[in-house]
């Protein structure tokens, strides 16, 4: 009785694995295999050019970029298709220009020991996203191959942004109060000259949608200066790593990155060129959270490459 009790259960047990494809896998070779799997669909995505004039091969992007003094690579934060894609393609800009180097606007200044202790071997993983405070909301998996890839090629990898307590002071007191600061404060901040006007600010104030009509001037103001700090912050950040070499690929939220080719339209494109101090090339590419095979007018020169890739939903 036993035995045929075993028997009827393997059997049950083996049919079901081959109708199900085999459930034996682990969590965490289930999730390596999905991650696999993006991969693979991020490097067969339709590339197109900004200025509307149709599409471009996956190496011709790369070639350019990997050209670049400055690759702001613009995405839809936690979007898993758009996340794998500047993972995939930061790693080819590595193999065609063994000098680039990562800068993450995840990361914020007094994170940078952390990030240097771990690209030197001196911290494991588990010690330093310890040290970094890292989650998988804030240290998307993409993100975190990433900077491996940067370890593993010996770059250096930037801590872009300024820590959210002087970007939260910058809109609650205004800059006079950074200023105040000592120089080892000041040292993981930039404070920018005014709040951004013209295009950039027209599109910020329609963002925030309903809440600039109840807050009024002075809420706009506060939100204008924490994202113009961010701005001024992650353009310095990356000024200074040209001493390290170029191309500078900061991964960064699309809005900071979107409209770079007119002055007024993107912030961070502006401070980036008031202080580098000299002429530099900026290519620009843009995920973006919806689905079309061409340029959308209301997109046109928003960068020059654009990736559509569906909503955030349709990507897990």
Not at 66 to 92: C, R, Y
Not at 136 to 152: C, F, V
Not at 177 to 183: I, K, Q, T
Request: negative net charge; contains cysteine; charged residues 25%.
């Amino acid at each position: 009785m036993k035995m045929i009790h075993a028997t009827r259960l393997l059997t049950a047990c083996t049919l079901g694995a081959l109708l199900t494809g085999c459930t034996t896998q682990t969590r965490e070779e289930q999730t390596q295999a999905l991650r696999e799997s993006t991969r693979s669909a991020a490097r067969s995505v339709t590339i197109l050019n900004g200025d509307g004039s149709g599409s471009t091969t996956w190496s011709q992007a790369i070639q350019k970029m990997a050209t670049a003094d400055v690759v702001l690579m613009g995405e839809v934060h936690g979007h898993e298709l758009g996340n794998a894609i500047q993972q995939e393609m930061f790693e080819d800009i590595l193999i065609a220009n063994p000098n680039a180097l990562l800068a993450m606007e995840f990361y914020e200044r007094d994170e940078q020991i952390a990030l240097d202790d771990f690209l030197a071997g001196i911290t494991d993983r588990e010690a330093f996203e310890k040290a970094a405070d890292r989650n998988e909301g804030n240290n998307p998996w993409a993100h975190a191959r990433m900077i491996d890839a940067a370890k593993e090629a010996g770059r250096p990898v930037i801590a872009a942004n300024a820590p959210r307590r002087y970007v939260r002071l910058a809109r609650t007191d205004g800059f006079d109060l950074l200023r105040e600061l000592n120089d080892n404060q000041r040292a993981l901040v930039e404070i920018p000259d005014q709040t951004p006007q013209g295009a950039y600010r027209d599109r910020f104030i329609n963002a925030m949608g309903g809440m600039a009509s109840h807050g009024g001037e002075e809420m706009i103001e506060g939100f204008l200066r924490s994202q113009s700090t961010w701005d001024a912050t992650m353009a310095q950040s990356m000024v200074d790593g040209f001493d390290d070499g170029t191309p500078v690929v900061l991964i960064v939220g699309y809005f900071h990155a979107q409209f770079p080719f007119e002055p007024g339209s993107s912030e961070l494109v502006d401070q980036l060129r008031a202080r580098a101090g000299r002429e530099i090339n900026i290519v620009t590419c843009i995920t973006l959270p919806a689905t079309h095979d061409e340029i959308q007018e209301d997109d046109r020169n928003i960068a020059d490459f654009v990736v559509y890739v569906g909503s955030p939903d349709a990507s897990n």
